[in-house]
């Protein structure tokens, strides 16, 4: 992961979108001896797509429309080989069953999140329940205490996180 100065992820999102498309060749590589598009829609998911994804849940709060961007042209790429250039990209996606990077990190940072609430170890970092601060048996005693702060803060993960499980409780 590449952390800047600057507390933005424009270093990380060039790292990934460089590894990701240098392995892209094995895809070009692959197309030449015509195997069943299935084959190639497997090693894109095996070994190309876990380099877009790296870190998917921390920097997803983080990153700007142009980095979300930047990520999503590497998998169209991707499918552009697989499965030729005359489809559209939702098209493709929806050929090989595949969601955006962008609905992946979402979920991804939902899991996160759940694994968290059931972690001893890593609970802490969550916010309490609303039922253990007020004590008292509300609608949504059952969601956790929100995040004040500032614009900055709220681009980061935990804030994020506590979003997306309040929302799908």
């Known amino acids: 992961m590449t952390i800047s100065s600057s507390m ?16 892209l060749y094995m895809l070009h590589v692959m197309k030449k001896f015509r195997p069943p598009q299935s084959q190639l829609v497997t090693v894109y998911t095996t070994y190309i ?9 921390v920097i997803h709060a ?45 979920k991804l940072s939902l899991r996160l999140g759940r694994q968290m609430l059931k972690s001893e170890r890593h609970r802490e970092m969550l916010p309490q329940p609303r039922a253990d601060i007020t004590n008292r ?13 500032g614009a900055i ?12 499980l309040n929302c799908n409780m």
């Open 137 to 149: 048996a509300t609608r949504h005693s059952n969601t956790l205490q929100s995040f004040r702060c």
């Open 8 to 23: 933005t992820w424009q270093a990380h999102v060039n790292d990934v979108v460089t590894r990701a498309s240098r392995a």
């Open 153 to 164: 803060l709220r681009k980061s993960a935990i804030p994020h996180i506590t979003t997306l």
């Open 49 to 57: 797509r876990p380099l877009l994804e790296y870190c998917a849940p």
């Open 62 to 106: 983080g990153i700007t429309a142009q980095q979300a961007q930047q990520i999503e042209r590497v998998q169209k790429r991707a499918l552009k080989i697989i499965g030729g250039y005359h489809n559209s990209y939702h098209e493709l996606l929806h050929n090989f069953e595949l969601d955006t990077l962008a609905t992946r990190r979402e």
